[in-house]
């Protein structure tokens, strides 16, 4: 079955731009039918959206977010990246990332997610 | 800012029934929106348990069940568990948006 990981640096310099893969295996992120998107969870508090990409390169991100996030797809590797720049440590959080069936508009699989801190 | 809201926390006997809910600060709830509902267990990824207001995964257990009450979105327990003891999370579509509930913190005791 499908399983993503989410990778990169667990600690950011505030002002630095955070960067994540998502490396999906079990199934081709070409394939079609799926956004692929990040998750974040901001320590003891609740989940916020990110944003999405299609296999094609599209996206769609959070307004909240959007003047600071891109997300990327390279589809010879499999994966998908999330670049949030200007960092705060208002941007310390559990980064996951999912898989959102486009059809069917359910979230599944989900990564183990990956602890992102913003500290000097 | 569209905002999600959920009970902040609820208690449930084991054995009982409970609804948890989840309402858009933009109007009523409709099956357009799509609700979503996870389960999170601490130290671990939310896990998916309904989609479009009351579709079940392969997973879900029969006591869960989604549906649209009063104008939000609900999610039901019946036959509640101890380990359903978690934090669940609604998740609503806003055309390409997706907003988050803030949680229900649901406690079997």
């Known amino acids: 079955q499908v399983q993503l990981q989410e990778s990169g640096p667990g600690l950011v310099k505030p002002s630095q731009t955070l960067s994540l893969t998502c490396t999906v295996s079990?199934?081709?992120?070409?394939?079609?039918?799926?956004?692929w998107s990040w998750i974040r969870q901001h320590p003891g508090k609740g989940l916020e959206w990110i944003g999405y990409?299609?296999?094609?390169?599209?996206?769609y991100y959070n307004p909240s977010l959007k003047s600071r996030v891109t997300i990327s797809v390279d589809t010879s590797k499999n994966q998908f990246s999330l670049k949030l720049s200007s960092v705060t440590a208002a941007d310390t959080a559990v980064y996951y990332c999912?898989?959102?069936?486009?059809?069917?508009?359910?979230?599944?699989?989900w990564g183990q997610g990956t602890l992102v801190t913003v500290s000097s | 800012q569209t905002v999600v809201t959920q009970e902040p926390s609820l208690t449930v006997s084991p054995g009982g029934t409970v609804t948890l809910t989840c309402a858009s600060s933009?109007?009523?709830?409709?099956?357009?929106?799509?609700p979503n509902w996870f389960q999170q267990k601490p130290g671990q990824a939310p896990r998916a348990l309904i989609y479009?207001?009351?579709n079940k995964h392969s997973w879900t257990p029969a006591r869960f069940s989604g549906s649209l009450l009063g104008g939000k979105a609900a999610l039901t327990l019946s036959g509640v568990q101890p380990e359903d003891e978690a934090e669940y999370y609604c998740?609503?579509?806003?055309?390409?948006?997706?907003?988050f509930g803030g949680g229900t913190k649901l406690t079997v005791l």
């Open positions: 933009t109007g009523a709830v409709t099956s357009g929106y799509y």
């Open positions: 998740l609503l579509y806003y055309g390409g948006a997706r907003v």
């Open positions: 079990g199934g081709s992120i070409s394939s079609g039918g799926y956004y």
């Open positions: 479009s207001t009351s």
């Open positions: 999912a898989r959102e069936v486009r059809s069917l508009n359910w979230f599944d699989p």
């Open positions: 990409i299609y296999y094609s390169g599209s996206t």
